[in-house]
């Protein structure tokens, strides 16, 4: 993954997104917003299909997965949880977070709104802004600090950030020496010294902030330079700016470890409050702004001429050009005096984030009254660009149909230097090639991300796999609707596969700043995508897993669940004991490694049975299928639970046997990640199933 400009499918991840809605609001003529949202709604209603490329044909993939011979993959003291660093976070049952895995009746979360004006000085590369954000203590607790995050601290000279991470690797910072300027920072309107630690800062209230609802207002001025390697989350290209981490922001405040302040490394992503936004960003004239929300002012820095093509755009199904080739063109050369300020709002996220260049080509559609849009730069961005809006429309009602109606007005794709990164409604992806392909798997992930973590808040720096791994996990059944034929799993088995024969790899759990950066695709990613399809597929079966899966979406939407709370979720709604799946593929390193002994003949008052002989070479368990071939050259399929292995890690399986049994497979489906492969075979095997999608019912 790391530096992988070229992306192909199954994809790299890492970068989101965000764009603006342009349902005109409040301080335009009501009369025209109206009627401008209605028409839309009406037009949008009809779930018309979208417009859907022929499929790409992907490079062949080598099912032929060689993985060797099973060696010692467990390695006690890596593989113990309490041996790392890492924090064990599995709270409750209690009044907050139920045994059945759904926010308790007590359950509680912080909330942060926020008004930010900030203006970008494209001469001084310099962002100077104020927030002011009001934010409400709905904890049972009275709080006296709070803390924020000052994420472009990382750039400050010395940051613990720089020095984890090589300065020239993904997350690096490059030498670029920047940091937040903080001019005046007030609560209630009283000023205050703030605490400085690394990326996160302390503000003691002049007045204790009551629990159940207290309200304070912080307000802050700040400014900072934008790198133009922002880890590769944020940045600038020449006159092409992505910004992003560029206020400072709530730390979350939960009941499992109060305040959560987890510095800003690089790798980690982020955990923040959900509330209400409102910002205004004020840039040179000639540029074009795309951002989180919906802008409030179309009039002030839109000509008549776009926003009626906006307006068409919002009402169909193709996609309509905003700007086009020529006019983006032009407006790269033309001479601009003066700013413009571009307002927008966006409800019920915990980020926002924006780009601006003044030679944006611009490309919108809709799908169920959203508003897709893509944003880029041509020829820097490839031709593939010009399917953007499309493979946005595309994505977000694949997974609108799939798991959870998108919730927000607008989704918007940008084309820039951060080769992919997530925000509420916006995703940076980078400039791609002329392939679609080349860009399909990254927007199509960072819009993934729009269901976790945008929606579903759980702890990005904490746990990596409840974010980029369960998205991952999403991005295949996109993937392969997509492309009908592809299957997921080589792609994912084979990366998880290197992270453990170069011994790179450490617990799902890991919190991913502990992970190892050549790890991170298989660790963050393709594991826990790889063993969430395994677990839907092969041990609780896709219907009651899809269930239980929507289920866990609909009840933490906007909330903050923790590793727990999916854990008890999925095991309610599955009715499954899985204690022995999270621990072995979330807590340990070690994999699936089940052989076939021996097979004998039995018989017993005239009923013949086979014997098959079954061993578990690792810690772990996991039900088992297996497939006899009989001397007439008919097959039949056997299934054993989990269970056989609570005793001990051999196991005879005595089952009836239509006659002569002359050879047995494990796994008649071949997606089980099974080790060794070479120790699942017995006599002269019956055929698999044919690899297919991994992903079907
Ligand atoms: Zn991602």
């Known amino acids: 993954m790391q530096g992988a400009r070229k992306v192909h499918w199954p994809l790299r991840c890492l970068a989101l997104k965000h764009s603006l809605r342009v349902f005109p609001n409040r301080n335009e003529s009501e009369v025209k917003s109206y009627a401008f949202l209605f028409i839309a709604l009406v037009a949008c209603t009809q779930q018309q299909r979208p417009v859907v490329l022929a499929p ?154 009551m629990p159940r609802g207290g309200k304070t207002t912080i307000a802050i001025k700040y400014s900072f330079r934008v790198p133009e390697h922002g880890s590769d989350r944020m940045g600038r290209d020449s006159s092409l700016y992505e910004l992003a981490q560029w206020y400072p922001r709530m730390a979350v405040y939960d009941d499992v470890r109060g305040w959560n302040t987890d510095p800003y490394l690089g790798q980690g992503e982020f955990y923040l409050e959900y509330g209400d936004f409102d910002y205004s960003v004020t840039v040179p004239a000639g540029y074009v702004v795309a951002g989180s929300g919906v802008l409030q002012n179309p009039e002030d820095v839109l000509t008549a001429e776009q926003r009626r093509r906006l307006a068409s755009a919002a009402a169909s199904s193709t996609v309509v ?214 677990l839907r597929n092969h041990v609780v079966g896709a219907d009651l897993f899809d269930r239980a899966f929507r289920d866990y979406i609909r009840a933490w939407a906007f909330k903050h669940p923790t590793p727990g709370d999916f854990f008890r979720r999925i095991e309610n709604g599955t009715g499954e004991d899985l204690s022995w799946f999270w621990r072995s593929f979330f807590y340990t390193t070690d994999v699936l490694d089940i052989a076939i002994d021996s097979v004998a003949m039995q018989s017993s008052e005239g009923q013949n049975f086979a014997k098959i002989s079954l061993h578990r070479l690792t810690s772990v368990p996991f039900p088992v299928r297996f497939r006899v071939a009989y001397a007439d050259g008919t097959a039949e399929d056997f299934s054993l639970p989990v269970n056989i292995w609570a005793r001990g890690n051999r196991f005879d399986a005595i089952v009836p046997a239509r006659g002569k049994v002359t050879g047995v497979r494990l796994w008649p489906d071949p997606s089980v990640p099974d080790w060794n492969p070479a120790n699942d075979t017995w006599g002269t095997p019956p055929p698999a199933n044919a690899r297919g999608p991994v992903t079907r019912k």
């Open 56 to 209: 790409v044909q992907m490079a062949a993939i080598d099912t032929s997965l060689n993985v060797g011979q099973p060696h010692n993959v467990f390695d006690t003291q890596r593989d113990d949880p309490f041996a790392t660093t890492n924090r064990i976070d599995w709270p409750g049952p209690n009044r907050y977070r139920s045994s059945g895995g759904s926010p308790g009746p007590d359950y509680w979360q912080q909330r942060a709104d926020y008004t930010i004006v900030a203006s970008l000085d494209t001469g001084t590369t310099e962002l100077t802004g104020s927030v002011q954000i009001n934010y409400t203590n709905n904890s049972p607790d009275t709080l006296r600090y709070v803390w924020l995050q000052a994420d472009q601290n990382l750039y400050r000279t010395g940051s613990k950030g720089s020095a984890l991470f090589p300065a020239d690797s993904r997350w690096g910072v490059r030498g670029f020496e920047g940091g937040y300027t903080f001019n005046d920072v007030r609560v209630n309107g009283t000023s205050v010294q703030p605490r400085i630690n690394d990326t996160m800062m302390r503000l003691d209230l002049p007045a204790p902030l």
């Open 321 to 534: 050009q905003v700007i086009t080739q020529a006019e983006a063109a032009a407006a790269k050369t033309r001479q601009t005096t003066g700013t413009k300020t571009w307002r927008f709002r966006a409800r019920s996220v915990h980020d926002v984030a924006w780009a601006g260049a003044p030679d944006f080509r611009w490309d919108a559609t809709s799908w169920s009254g959203i508003l897709m849009q893509s944003y880029y730069e041509f020829p820097k961005s490839g031709k593939a660009w010009e399917q953007a809006a499309e493979q946005t429309q595309w994505t977000i009602r694949q997974y609108s149909e799939l798991f959870f109606p998108y919730p927000y007005p607008q989704a918007t794709s940008v084309a820039g230097p951060v080769g992919g990164m997530e925000y509420p409604m916006f995703v940076m992806v980078g400039y791609g090639t002329d392939d679609p392909a080349s860009i399909f798997g990254t927007v199509n992930h960072e819009h993934g991300h729009e269901w976790f973590p945008m929606i579903v808040g759980s702890n990005e720096r904490r746990y990596a796999w409840m974010d980029e791994g369960i998205n991952t996990y999403l991005n295949a059944f996109a993937n392969e609707a997509r492309y009908p034929g592809q299957s997921a799993y080589p792609g994912y088995l084979r990366n998880w596969v290197a992270a453990v024969t170069s011994g790179t790899q450490s617990p799902l759990m890991t919190a991913p700043d502990n992970i190892d950066p050549t790890a991170l695709g298989a660790i963050g990613y393709r594991k826990p995508a790889l063993v969430l399809l395994t």
